[in-house]
């Protein structure tokens, strides 16, 4: 595996809070992505990102936003968490040449209550 | 909206090969064809990817007909531990920028 990391793997929040999500990676992947997982929905896409400060929006990216500084970091944020954010995060990374393997991370399970 | 169909479930028996279908009948010259599972609600697990020609590892093989509009994925002698949801994705060889478009998959049930 590319040695991704996700932090924290697990979190409780109430509503209107802000909640950050972090994935850490050893490989110097150029490229990572945000998914969220719901019952019913599969892997849906968040953000994504193809360089250090290079992001852009995927699929559900209402509510959301990324940051990536360095590249081994690229990080979610909820500003003001709601209970239909309560998911599975996933967060995964790939060099970007052709044909290579995407890596995910184990996951973070975030409730918003 | 994902680019590949797959079946939402099948059952093989333990010791058999499990043969899932997946069509991509839009996909494009450079696209690849990567197959994932996931096991209750673990990180995607890597399997298999090929551009045109078969491939085999040391998981599973996956055959992609001469047209690329469809492929199966093999695992030659299913057990227990392979039951999981697997997803079938296509992803441009020009690089991560247009992300990865999963659709549900098929939930592969593995019997005794």
Known sequence: DAGITQSPRHKVTETGTPVTLRCHQTENHRYMYWYRQDPGHGLRLIHYSYGVKDTDKGEVSEGYSVSRSKTEDFLLTLESATSSQTSVYFCATVEGQSGNTIYFGEGSWLTVV | ?112
């Not at chain 2, 279908?21 to 010259?29: A, D, E, L, R, V």
Request: hydrophobic share 30%.
């Open chain 2, 1 to 112: 909206d994902a680019k590949t169909t797959q079946p939402p479930s099948m059952d093989c028996a333990e010791g058999r090969a499990a043969n899932l279908p997946c069509n991509h009948s839009t996909i494009s010259g450079n696209e690849y064809v990567y197959w994932y599972r996931q096991i209750h609600s673990q990180g995607p697990q890597y399997i298999i990817h090929g551009l045109k020609n078969n491939e085999t590892n040391e998981m599973a093989s996956l055959i992609i007909t001469e047209d690329r509009k469809s492929s199966t994925l093999i695992l030659p002698h299913a057990t227990l531990r392979d039951t999981a949801v697997y997803y079938c994705i296509v992803r441009s060889s020009g690089g991560g920028a247009d992300g990865l478009t999963f659709g549900k998959g098929t939930h592969l049930i593995i019997q005794p």
